[in-house]
């Protein structure tokens, strides 16, 4: 009995002191919810403390990991939560706030939009696949995100710019346009980064694109 | 001013991540209000193809209410049951909202499509319903 | 030398830093801290692998740094603060912090972090609160990291967070020793 | 005319040899890191037997260059203890910009790379390829 009173009352304490720091930390989310997002509070950071902090994430990434495609996962998945918001954000941003469902739209939407609020400059290229009808290439040629790192040979296949696949994996789950997003090294004269995002669109974007092309 | 709403967030997968009376409280309501507003997701569904806006205005009728309905660009629907038709107010206070949910979901610790459980949250959505709708 | 400082901060800012976007940097880092409270699910562990990522990043940046500017090597803790606070913050995070609170034996000082950029738009769960996340806490690892390169070992942590309430953000550094130098690790 | 460039680790350690031009003989990998001891133990017994007090305001920093009758060897010691050796002809008097900028290449291409271990070689085709482009425009 006694214990047991004695576990509520811990309980309540506990309670008690949630609520508190409630109180203190409610002034913060009225802050946040009063802050202007309209423009950026602040413009740049360095390039160095990304790079360190990226650096950083592949490492621990790395660790926790079996292979290069459990890697590039987790490294995508980062990068999702990354592109939810930059996404949203970047939207409220524009002079009319819309909406992109249309997989041109969106691609072009990420390629000009979304790559300048990322990385100040539009993506190099967006082409279709000449093969596959489902797939687009965003090509960046000098991804400033990924500019210092080095793949060793013996990890080749590993692509860093999984986590800009995982960005634009977001975008387009967002705009209702689902993809299988990977990334890809294809090293091109002088540009050893040189990086192709590839988005394979689901079978029902593809239909409903059919289907809302023929209803025009 | 007797005007009854009903203010709800509703999630990509159709789940609500956030709901609210405002105005005069009616305890039996509630359920009623969020079958109202499930039912008319499909229209928003069909609608929201039909154009790039946001703001979709009133997208279904049921008795006396009118649903108006606001997709964010990542699909997240703010839905409001409402009497009297209001467009421009009605989107001031959607957009409004909209940007409160942004802001919300800018915190990392805010994963998208779960409930939303700020008490801030709730205070200003009330505080704009004050200023747009009564 | 305090004017010297922000000098050497600023013109190495201004000319020597490439730059990038900072929410991109901001949202990066919140979902780094995000990833490792699902991996480890337990706040203090997360502050311990983030002290643990900072101190990686610090050994290192501290090199960025000097080459970077035209930096000597800081002679005495005092100047040691001074060039954390106007130069390495400023280089990379684009904010300076106040120095203050210095200990008596002047081996303790505190660095204010007015604007913290890794907490725009963050606010914890109440949980986190109660359990002592720091948010922050890879800055503590990086200051410990580029010391120890300077041959300072140190102690460095939070003692108060506006996220947590607090109405400041106080990072505290504590000099423990200077490391050896001079004689080679090993010849062979 | 920058001939050969070293970097040396904290501890004494050969962490990059390379040749850019014919001129100067290909050191073996054995002579190269017995080079980068030597000049590593040599370096810090120089500072050690300076007459400049040890305050740290005034503190020597060691071996800055050695001469020779066709060659100079300059040494740029960082703050953190890495060194950077450059060999070089006679009429290179001064290399500590090159040399500091090859400082920043280190930090932006070996530190900065999340696939470089600390204190270790650098094996980096980026590295290499700045690294060459520094002496051809030096």
Request: proline residues 3%; aromatic residues 10%.
């Amino acid at each position: 009995m006694a214990s047991q009173s004695q576990a509520q009352a811990q309980a309540q304490m506990h309670a008690q002191s949630l609520m508190k720091l409630d109180n203190k930390t409610s002034k913060r989310s009225n802050m946040l919810l009063e802050q202007n997002v309209s423009r950026p509070r602040r413009d740049r950071v360095g390039l160095g403390a990304f790079a360190f902090l990226f650096a950083e994430i592949i490492r621990y990434s790395q660790n926790r990991v079996l292979g290069i495609q459990d890697l590039e996962a987790k490294l995508n998945e980062i990068g999702q939560r990354v592109g939810v918001r930059m996404f949203e954000l970047s939207m409220w941003r524009e002079k009319t706030v819309h909406r992109e469902m249309r997989v041109l739209q969106t691609l072009v939407f990420i390629n000009t939009v979304v790559w300048r609020a990322l990385f100040d400059k539009q993506a190099d290229s967006l082409e279709r696949s000449t093969e596959n009808d489902d797939e687009y290439m965003i090509t960046d040629n000098e991804p400033a995100v990924l500019k210092y790192i080095s793949v060793p040979k013996e990890m080749s296949s590993f692509s860093p710019g999984a986590f800009i696949s995982g960005i634009v994996e977001a975008i387009a789950r967002c705009c209702q346009c689902p993809a299988r997003v990977t990334s890809h090294v294809v090293p091109a004269d002088g540009l050893p980064l040189r990086t192709v995002i590839l988005l394979k669109f689901d079978k029902e974007v593809m239909d409903r694109e059919k289907r809302l092309e023929a209803g025009k | 001013m007797s005007s009854t709403y009903y203010f709800a967030i509703v999630g990509t997968n159709d789940s609500p991540l956030y709901e609210t009376e405002l105005g005069v409280q009616r305890d039996e309501s509630k359920y009623l209000n969020q079958f109202i507003v499930h039912a008319a997701l499909d229209l928003v569904d069909d609608a929201q193809f039909m154009s790039t806006a946001c703001y979709l205005k009133t997208v279904d009728r049921y008795n006396d209410w009118n649903v108006s309905a606001y997709v964010t660009p990542s699909n997240i629907r703010l839905m409001l049951l409402h009497e009297a038709k209001a467009d421009d107010a009605i989107r001031l206070f959607f957009t409004d909202c909209h940007e409160l949910y942004l802001k919300t979901l800018l915190n990392p610790f805010y994963e998208p499509n779960t409930p939303i459980q700020s008490q801030a949250f709730d205070v200003k959505v009330n505080t704009l319903a004050k200023k747009y709708l009564f | 030398m305090e004017k010297q400082y922000k000098a050497i901060g600023e013109e190495a800012w201004k000319n020597n830093a490439e730059k990038i976007n900072a929410e991109l940097f901001i949202f990066t880092y919140g979902s780094l801290v995000v990833q490792l409270v699902k991996d480890y699910e337990n706040y203090s562990a997360v502050n311990k692998q983030l002290d643990k990522m900072g101190y990686n990043i610090g050994v290192r940046m501290v090199d960025d740094m000097m080459a970077r500017t035209s930096l000597e090597r800081c002679t005495g803790f005092s100047a040691t603060a001074e060039v954390i606070a106007k130069v390495g913050f400023k280089l990379f995070l684009n904010v300076i912090p106040t120095v203050a609170n210095w200990s008596a034996d002047a081996k303790e000082f505190s660095l204010i972090l007015d604007d913290n950029p890794l907490n725009d738009f963050c606010e914890l769960p109440p949980k986190a609160v109660a359990d002592g996340l720091r948010y922050s806490n890879v800055l503590c690892g990086v200051i410990r990291g580029a010391l120890e390169m300077m041959q300072m070992q140190t102690e460095v942590e939070y003692v108060r967070d506006v996220l947590c309430g607090d109405d400041v953000s106080e990072i505290r550094v504590k000099l423990l020793r200077m490391l050896d130098e001079e004689v080679p690790a090993s010849d062979d | 005319m920058i001939h050969a460039l070293f970097i040396i680790n904290r501890s004494g350690g050969l962490i990059y040899s390379k040749n850019f031009t014919q001129q100067v003989a290909q050191l073996s990998s054995n002579e190269a890191l017995i080079f980068a001891g030597t000049f590593h133990g040599i370096h810090a017994l120089a500072s050690r037997i300076s007459p400049a007090p040890k305050r740290d305001s005034v503190k020597d920093t060691g071996i800055q260059s050695i001469d020779t009758k066709n060659f100079r060897i300059h040494c740029y010691q960082t703050p953190t203890g890495i060194k950077f050796i450059a060999v070089t002809d006679l009429l290179q008097t001064k290399l500590s910009g090159a040399l500091n900028k090859a400082y920043t290449l280190y930090c932006d291409y070996a530190l900065k790379n999340p696939f470089y271990n600390l204190e270790m070689p650098i094996r980096s085709e980026m590295f290499d390829t700045k690294l060459h482009q520094l002496v051809q425009s030096h």
